[in-house]
């Protein structure tokens, strides 16, 4: 068994509040899990209204399948208008 975890830096470019960086990483997260088939949270800066810190993970029996997963996921993100992903790490453990 393989856990691929990915800590994604992200910077929003509309949100003017917390309410709606809120709105827009709710709406990205959910979209993610559905997609992916990840765990995905929100885990730091959660009171910086331009910018998240995202950690999400999955479970596979190959890192390989897991690495790849990872990185089309933050390709996905990528495509967002609103958010440009400004640093990642993956990791497999």
């Not at 993970?57 to 990185?71: K, P, S």
Request: with cysteine; hydrophobic share 45%; aromatic share 4%.
């Amino acid at each position: 068994m393989k856990i691929g975890v990915v800590r994604l830096t992200l910077r929003l470019h509309e949100p003017s509040s917390l309410k709606e960086k809120r709105h827009i990483l709710q709406s990205l997260i959910a979209q993610l899990r559905r997609r992916f088939n990840v765990s995905i949270a929100e885990i730091d800066r959660l009171d910086d209204w331009k910018s998240a810190v995202l950690g999400a993970a999955i479970v596979c029996n190959d890192g390989r399948v897991n690495n790849a997963l990872l990185g089309k996921l933050v390709e996905a993100i990528g495509h967002y208008k609103e958010i440009t992903v400004e640093d990642y790490e993956i990791e497999i453990i």
